[in-house]
């Protein structure tokens, strides 16, 4: 029986498929917000203010003690446009759907799909929460035992949690707990596939990526101190006094003495030092820096707690990792940590062929032009997208 010619749509569906199937660490973030951007011919640039919960401080006694709403609000802005060029031909769409997916799409949508998520892994940057030891492979239950105790200190929703993360913790964590009380079926599926499955220790899937990032670290050696105590609620910035004219980089992640966490809801200390992220590169003038941080600093007496008390002149700043170093950034999140979107791009007219699909918050536009010049027909396959970390209090940095 003669084949049947496939449509545009049919093409499109498919590489949307072998796309979302390719994916991994964006697979698992928040998608819920794209309705958003389902408007015809989005662009880059467009940016939707995402809602964050309300916070408020529980009063005792019978008296009624009015509060302030606390809403918080974050952005996620429709950044990036990437796209990957094929060319095929009438008699290439007479074959089977199948077999035109295996030779012509997916050898190229895969890495449409790594490129994406290579971009979202960029994550790490905004996560001020961290466990392992700076140079040294995750190994053990141990540290995802603490990233889940930091998860949790946090107040975050149990599930769905994940964690993401390189080819050498991958291989590393398996040979470590491949003994450790797992059922059958998940010993059975790590040693005939080298990789993790789902529902280990309380993460509902632990996967592997080539697109964890690696961070190299800023080249702030020596003694670090706060040259001025933090007197301000809510500040996001802390004067640190450092040596000559040294680099801390966005991403570099710093505790401060006496500075503890607090749990969001009870505002009481964790006894964990509370870790600060660099939002942005910070290089001192004369050994003084001012380094823009999150999470923004709120003592306990505040409905929005992140630490038990201001950060004092002074106190010693110990900084995660060693100067001058790349390490990798495995993640460790909960969904709702990360919100990705995608836009509906603009379908053109008077071109050969043109189909935009949506599937699983996924929008992707593929459109085939004649090039009478060269007598091809190429074809390019977009997809439209934003991300942003929404709550990094609900994602973890797993340092390799």
Same mark, same amino acid.
């Given at each position: 029986?003669?084949?049947?010619?496939?449509?545009?749509?049919?093409? !499109?569906?498919?590489?949307?498929?072998?796309?979302?199937?390719?994916?991994?660490?964006?697979?698992?973030?928040?998608? %819920?917000?794209?309705?958003?951007?389902? $408007?015809?011919?989005?662009?880059?640039? !467009?940016?939707?203010?995402?809602?964050?919960?309300?916070?408020?401080?529980?009063?005792?006694?019978?008296?009624?003690?009015?509060?302030?709403?606390?809403? %918080?609000?974050?952005?996620?802005?429709? +950044?990036? %446009?990437?796209?990957? *060029?094929?060319?095929?031909?009438?008699?290439?769409?007479?074959?089977?759907?199948?077999?035109?997916?295996?030779?012509?799409?997916?050898?190229?949508?895969?890495?449409? +799909?790594?490129?994406?998520?290579?971009?979202?892994?960029?994550?790490?940057?905004?996560?001020?929460?961290?466990?392992?030891?700076?140079? !040294?492979?995750?190994? !053990?239950?141990?540290?995802?035992?603490?990233?889940?105790?930091?998860?949790?200190?946090?107040?975050?929703?149990?599930?769905?949690?994940?964690?993401?993360?390189?080819?050498?913790?991958? +291989?590393?964590?398996?040979? *470590?707990?491949?003994?450790?009380?797992?059922?059958?079926?998940?010993?059975?599926?790590?040693?005939?596939?080298?990789?993790?499955?789902?529902?280990?220790?309380?993460?509902?899937?632990?996967?592997?990526?080539?697109?964890?990032?690696?961070?190299?670290?800023?080249?702030?050696?020596?003694?670090?101190?706060? =040259?001025?105590?933090? =007197?301000?609620?809510?500040?996001?910035?802390? +004067?640190?006094?450092?040596?000559?004219?040294?680099?801390?980089?966005?991403?570099?992640?710093?505790?401060?003495?006496? $500075?503890?966490?607090?749990?969001?809801?009870?505002?009481?200390?964790?006894?964990?030092?509370?870790?600060?992220?660099?939002?942005?590169?910070?290089?001192?003038?004369?050994?003084?820096?001012?380094?823009?941080?999150?999470?923004?600093?709120?003592?306990?007496?505040?409905?929005?707690?992140?630490?038990?008390?201001?950060?004092?002149?002074?106190?010693?700043? =110990?900084?995660?990792?060693?100067?001058?170093?790349?390490?990798?950034?495995?993640?460790?999140?909960?969904?709702?940590?990360?919100?990705?979107? =995608?836009?509906?791009?603009?379908?053109?007219? *008077?071109?050969?062929?043109?189909?935009?699909?949506?599937?699983?918050?996924?929008?992707?536009?593929?459109?085939?032009?004649?090039?009478?010049?060269?007598?091809?027909?190429?074809?390019?396959?977009?997809?439209?997208?934003?991300?942003?970390?929404?709550?990094?209090?609900?994602?973890?940095?797993?340092?390799?």
């Amino acid at each position: 029986m003669a084949n049947s010619l496939l449509t545009i749509d049919m093409i !499109t569906r498919k590489a949307l498929e072998i796309l979302e199937n390719n994916l991994v660490l964006t697979r698992n973030v928040n998608r %819920q917000y794209d309705d958003s951007y389902a $408007v015809e011919g989005a662009k880059i640039g !467009t940016t939707l203010r995402i809602r964050l919960p309300d916070r408020a401080l529980v009063t005792d006694g019978a008296a009624l003690v009015a509060q302030d709403d606390n809403e %918080q609000y974050t952005t996620l802005t429709v +950044a990036s %446009q990437k796209h990957i *060029g094929v060319q095929f031909t009438t008699a290439e769409m007479t074959m089977q759907l199948d077999d035109f997916a295996e030779r012509v799409l997916k050898p190229r949508i895969s890495q449409l +799909a790594a490129s994406i998520d290579a971009d979202v892994a960029n994550s790490y940057n905004s996560i001020f929460q961290s466990v392992g030891t700076p140079g !040294t492979t995750p190994s !053990t239950t141990s540290v995802l035992l603490g990233a889940q105790q930091k998860l949790n200190e946090a107040a975050a929703v149990m599930s769905p949690r994940f964690v993401t993360v390189n080819p050498a913790a991958n +291989a590393a964590l398996i040979e *470590g707990m491949k003994g450790l009380f797992n059922p059958v079926s998940t010993i059975s599926s790590q040693f005939k596939n080298g990789m993790f499955g789902e529902g280990i220790l309380g993460f509902d899937e632990l996967n592997m990526s080539q697109s964890v990032k690696q961070f190299t670290t800023g080249t702030r050696t020596g003694a670090h101190t706060v =040259t001025t105590t933090v =007197t301000t609620e809510g500040a996001t910035s802390i +004067a640190i006094t450092g040596t000559g004219s040294q680099t801390i980089k966005k991403g570099d992640v710093f505790t401060v003495a006496n $500075v503890y966490s607090v749990n969001p809801q009870t505002r009481e200390s964790t006894g964990s030092l509370q870790q600060f992220v660099a939002t942005a590169d910070a290089t001192a003038t004369a050994g003084a820096y001012t380094v823009n941080v999150a999470p923004a600093i709120y003592t306990s007496a505040h409905a929005l707690a992140t630490v038990d008390s201001f950060p004092q002149s002074g106190a010693a700043v =110990t900084f995660l990792g060693a100067a001058s170093t790349q390490y990798p950034q495995n993640l460790v999140y909960h969904r709702d940590a990360i919100a990705f979107a =995608t836009a509906d791009l603009l379908l053109p007219q *008077g071109v050969d062929m043109a189909s935009r699909q949506v599937h699983n918050g996924i929008s992707m536009r593929v459109v085939r032009q004649y090039d009478i010049n060269n007598d091809r027909m190429p074809c390019r396959i977009d997809v439209l997208y934003g991300y942003s970390v929404i709550r990094p209090e609900m994602a973890v940095r797993l340092w390799g």
